[in-house]
């Protein structure tokens, strides 16, 4: 059981998302320490997906048409947000040779926000915990607080590895214009892109 569920968590963290996009581009734009903050945000953001599977709230979100429509709105209306500042080389994706450390908190609350209006993060979690969990044990909700917190320590792992590796090749960006109008034109399309995928997802 936790071998299938590691391998299938690891798969799922590895796969280019939403914030994995937002880690990399914070890591260009801001440098290794903003990614930190990014990977963070966006762990935490995992947080209230999994106490809303464990609570059976998440299942409300599959069974009410409106409830899941309305997060879903309010996600790819932040996605074409964060597209049009990320265009425009403003808030948090802006690109600064010398990174303003200030500013951290502001980007894993950003991160915290993407991942907390997605949806279907809560019924992925709905859907992904139970199997891996025996129905006889007795201790199911503890077994899948365990689970749960070894799927947010591998996502924070895992984004983190990806900012620093993006952090690796940062000076190269930074220093050429023409390379940093291209990353914006690419991340804010990807923003726009996931957007576009939220926006026909279904409950």
């Not at 991160?111 to 891996?132: D, H, R």
Request: hydrophobic share 60%; aromatic share 12%.
């Amino acid at each position: 059981m936790w071998i299938e569920f590691l391998l299938t968590s690891f798969i799922v963290v590895l796969a280019p998302g939403t914030g994995v996009i937002y880690t990399i581009g914070i890591s260009l734009a801001r440098g290794a320490r903003a990614s930190l903050a990014a990977a963070a945000g966006c762990t935490m953001g995992i947080l209230p997906h999994i106490a809303a599977a464990l609570a059976g709230v998440a299942a409300l979100l599959h069974t009410s048409a409106v409830a899941f429509e309305l997060f879903k709105y309010a996600g790819v209306a932040y996605l074409l947000y964060l597209a049009w500042t990320t265009l425009q080389d403003k808030g948090v994706l802006e690109v600064q040779a010398n990174p303003d450390q200030s500013s951290l908190l502001r980007v894993a609350r950003t991160g915290f926000l993407i991942n907390i209006l997605n949806p279907k993060l809560s019924i992925f979690f709905l859907a992904f915990l139970p199997q891996f969990v025996p129905d006889s044990d007795g201790l199911q909700t503890g077994l899948m607080l365990v689970l749960s917190a070894i799927f947010m320590a591998m996502t924070f792992a895992v984004f983190v590895l990806y900012g620093v590796f993006a952090s690796a090749v940062r000076r190269h960006v930074v220093t050429k214009p023409r390379v940093v109008v291209w990353m914006r034109r690419v991340f804010a399309g990807a923003f726009v892109l996931l957007s576009a995928r939220l926006l026909v997802e279904q409950a």
